[in-house]
């Protein structure tokens, strides 16, 4: 029989807590219906062979192991899609999320009034433990930068520990990347419609046995992402006019350097700086004409648009000269570190003002 709520836990080398994690569920979901999917990608440690020990035991509990692949988000959305539980939670092994939220999370989406409920460390009354200043920051950096993106304003929209209604996750799951640990931003952001959230606070507590299995992957996980979410929603044709205007705008700015410079007279530094200025206005112009007609912005959004265009294209000019000098500086050709930086200069362009400039 179906239980009305599934927990879904992920599973790489955790063999030293599955134990204690199962007895920790348990008791804080008395009195409900559950039960307990660990979806382990076959963990060198036997970390399967002790979840089956326990599912001998506990009909609540079974192992769904998968062999030669890896991933916590492919294993979360597996897992889920392994249950037909009106409600699914999702956390980790290793006693980090605080089980005892379940059922409160449980009863707010009994309500039927949103479609998720989030687990956050950054509300008040939450806390991300025993974290370095380091990695609390990173995470706060990440967390803004995804709100900006996914248009919403989650205080943790990257926790890793939510409930949500099953049906709200099939609406979704066939949008999701399903690539690398992100699973609940993956969620949110593919969702056609968007979600009813909910966020409540807990602590985020150190991690029981074993180590963390984030590594500097992650990052380029997390950026591929943002990145997929935001490319896959304009399309392509989008991207192609704002790199035509861009090219344009290379034009105007070499006209408008050689007359301040040959005709006017101008020093070389002022003669730059206003052939900066003059192209950014002029592709801005042009994008807002062309490239987002549909969102044309008037009047005073006309000045502001703009303003927030030279503070992307500026941000994006240091990201393009500092990735083409360091590409310079380790041995690439000086046309190859050119394009390099350029390239990855226009991407960032035309992201950030699709988002800060031409909102929809
Ligand atoms: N099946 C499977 N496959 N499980 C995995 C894999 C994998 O490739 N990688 C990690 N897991 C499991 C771990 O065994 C653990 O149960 C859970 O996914 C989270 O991994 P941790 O290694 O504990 O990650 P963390 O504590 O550093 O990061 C957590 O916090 C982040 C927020 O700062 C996770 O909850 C992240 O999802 C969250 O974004
Ligand atoms: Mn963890």
Request: glycine share 10%.
């Amino acid at each position: 029989m179906t239980s009305e709520l599934t927990l879904v836990v992920p599973t790489y080398n955790e063999a030293g807590n599955v134990e204690a994690f199962t007895a920790k569920a348990a008791k804080a979901l008395e009195g409900i219906d559950w039960e307990l999917v660990f979806v382990d990608d076959d963990s060198p440690d036997g970390t399967a062979k002790r979840i089956r020990q326990i599912a001998e035991a506990n009909p609540r509990v079974r192992c769904l192991l998968r062999v030669g692949r890896r991933g916590l988000s492919s294993a979360c959305i597996e897992g889920i899609m392994s249950t037909g539980s009106p409600f699914v939670a999702v956390m980790d092994a290793d006693l980090q999320h605080d089980e005892g939220l379940l059922p409160a999370m449980l009863d707010i989406l009994r309500q039927n009034e949103v479609d998720i409920v989030i687990a956050s460390r950054y509300m008040e009354g939450g806390g991300v433990g025993d974290w370095d200043a380091g990695r609390a920051l990173i995470s706060k950096l990440a967390t803004g930068l995804t709100n900006m993106v996914v248009r919403t304003r989650l205080s943790d929209p990257m926790s890793g520990f939510f409930m949500v209604r099953r049906d709200a996750f099939e609406g979704s799951v066939r949008h999701m990347s399903g690539t690398g640990f992100k699973i609940q931003l993956d969620l949110i952001a593919s969702s056609p419609e968007p979600l009813r959230i909910r966020e409540l606070p807990f602590n985020f507590r150190t991690r029981h046995a074993g180590i963390s299995k984030l590594d500097s992957h992650v990052a380029l996980d997390f950026f591929q992402l943002l990145l997929e979410k935001i490319m896959g929603r304009v399309l392509p044709i989008r991207f192609l006019m704002f790199i035509s205007v861009g090219g344009l705008g290379v034009v105007v700015h070499l006209m408008a350097l050689g007359v301040a410079l040959n005709v006017l007279g101008a020093p070389f530094g002022l003669s730059q700086a206003t052939a900066v200025l003059i192209a950014m206005t002029f592709n801005f112009t042009l994008n807002n004409s062309f490239t987002y007609r549909d969102r044309r912005l008037h009047g005073m959004k006309f000045i502001t648009g703009l303003l927030s265009f030279y503070l992307a294209c500026g941000i994006g000019g240091i990201i393009n000269y500092s990735l083409a000098v360091f590409a310079f500086d380790q041995g690439f050709s000086w046309w190859l570190a050119g394009i390099m930086g350029a390239a990855v200069g226009a991407v960032w362009n035309f992201a950030t003002t699709s988002i800060l400039t031409w909102r929809k």
